[in-house]
């Protein structure tokens, strides 16, 4: 039984590692394979992202981190990459990848952050979720989440999307345009606030779902500044839920930064840890 369950894990592991992959090819203009080695996803709007800008190792390539020259040749030929083009590589690090992270920590390689993978086992018992999964608790019937269904509407959600993050406003146009060539292969999801008089309008909250066989992962979960602690990120994350499985996907999981502080958040809500990817700036 023990058996089957590394497996199931080991299974699910490799399906969302692959979701969010897929996620970020999706906002990267140029994808790289150098050599057979690395695969390097890179949106020079977005440079100081990175989540979404990543290079990861192909897997024949760990055969071969055995050494340490090796290891020197291939980390020397990415920086020479790095300074040829002007821009920064963010090595994305698998737990199995120990004798590389090694030599980084030697060198004096900055750890910038860790992406953690979460799962969730509960999907085909929703029962533990709330029971109306389209108002907060703080506003009762003044709330209500959508599915963003028309171009229009995408931009109210890059504002609060953008809000939310801290993202400067130069930087929205770049994203609108990014995302509205996405429109059929993400689900945008907002929080509103009806009756609300303000200059950005009325939604509070967003987040993205993006589904990849038989998988649907969340990313983008965030609220305005002055409407966080006031559960719009959890109804967020149970609407979510429950989109996914009314949906038919078989899987469901979501990916944090460390950075944000979230992992215990998503643990109370029932998730569970199931990887973790450290990120090395080059």
């Excluded at 040749?73 to 300074?83: E, R, V, Y």
Aim: positive net charge.
């Amino acid at each position: 039984m023990v058996g089957c369950l590394k497996y199931l894990d080991s299974n699910i592991i490799k399906i969302l590692k692959k979701n969010e992959l897929y996620f970020c090819k999706n906002w990267d203009s140029v994808i790289w394979d150098f050599n057979n080695e690395f695969l390097t996803l890179y949106n020079k709007d977005l440079f100081d992202d990175y989540f979404i800008n990543r290079t990861i190792i192909k897997k024949n390539t760990n055969l071969f981190l055995k050494n340490k020259n090796q290891i020197e040749k291939i980390i020397h030929s990415l920086n020479n990459i790095s300074k040829n083009e002007k821009i920064n590589f963010y090595l994305h690090l698998n737990s199995d990848q120990t004798l590389l992270e090694d030599y980084l920590v030697k060198k004096g390689f900055e750890k910038i952050d860790e992406v953690i993978g979460l799962y969730y086992p509960y999907y085909f018992d929703l029962s533990i979720l709330t029971e109306n999964f389209n108002s907060s608790e703080n506003y009762s019937n003044l709330s209500k989440i959508i599915v963003i269904d028309d171009i229009d509407t995408l931009k109210e959600w890059v504002n609060i999307y953008c809000l939310s993050f801290g993202i400067s406003s130069r930087k929205k146009y770049l994203i609108y345009e990014i995302l509205k060539k996405k429109f059929g292969i993400f689900y945008f999801i907002s929080f509103k606030i009806n009756g609300i008089n303000e200059t950005h309008g009325n939604t509070v909250g967003c987040c993205i779902l993006f589904p990849y066989r038989g998988s649907i992962s969340l990313y983008c979960l965030g609220t305005k500044k002055e409407y966080r602690h006031k559960h719009v990120a959890t109804n967020l994350l149970d609407f979510s839920i429950k989109f996914g499985k009314d949906k038919g996907y078989q899987i469901f999981g979501l990916q944090t930064l460390k950075s944000d502080g979230l992992l215990n958040f998503y643990e109370k809500k029932g998730f569970v840890k199931l990887y973790t990817t450290l990120i090395y700036r080059l």
